[in-house]
């Protein structure tokens, strides 16, 4: 399937086979744009902006040739294409219904998409600091922002610790990437205290943490200071990310048990196969009880 022919103002469209991939690119650029030099940067991996990369059935926000950031399906736009996203929604488990979600790092927007979409009575704030990210939410179907939709441009870091002592999620979805990994300012143990001082009680972080160098163990360590060790760290090793949930809750860890069926009945309404996400909850769970021993 050959991409649609689409402009947007303010948008370029280049043959992405003069980059030696599939389908279109499409360039945030002036039409005047030297599309020679913005080649020659893509190749290099030095153009400064991210840009979308469409094949007529995938498209995909990226930073470089090399690094996807954001992935969505053309023919189910909502539809959470990468196995990482679909393992953050494992905060369902808990808040099958909540009603405030805070997502930090729009990217492609997957997550505020799918929250809007099959979380009705859920309010969404999603944080984004670049407003190059931001301006191509229209090239990923996100939609308008409305009452139960806010995207923000922001320095996540900052506003947490401006908005922490008025905000009161019930989730928070820590999902914030640039093209250099995970934000390095927000691995700071003041930043964690803030995010669990805007949680409700019973809140639940969800933290993408790719990789497994000691940036990300930093990461869990703080997370496990700031919420006493009542976090469970999963793997998802098909795209080498990690997915941590912390818990605002004391009375963590649950009865794991007593959580199997109503993730079958969220299975049956999302097929996001939620009952086997809780089984390796439950085993992360044990074993990170062992090694407390």
Known sequence: MKPQEIQRDGWISIPAVLVQESGVLRLREPATADRQRLIHQLQDNIYPR???LDDGEVRRLQFSLKLVQSEMRIADPTALALAYTRAMT??????PNPRH????GLGGGSLAKWCHRHLARSRITALEYSADVIACRDWFALPP???RLQVIEAEAAGWFTQHAGDTRADVILLDAYDEDGLAPQLCTEPFYVDLRAALKPDGVLVA???GYGPLTETHIALMQRVFNDR????DVSSEGNRIAYAFNNPAHPPAWGS???????????????LATLLRDMEKSARRQKRKSR
């Open 231 to 234: 976090v469970v760290v999963i």
């Open 208 to 210: 993408n943490i790719s």
């Open 101 to 104: 979600l805070v997502i930090v």
């Open 259 to 273: 959580l199997l069926r109503p993730a079958k009945a969220l299975d049956e309404r999302h097929d996001l196969d």
């Open 50 to 52: 991210p840009f979308v």
């Open 145 to 147: 922002d409305d009452e």
């Open 90 to 95: 494992g905060f369902l488990l808990f808040h």
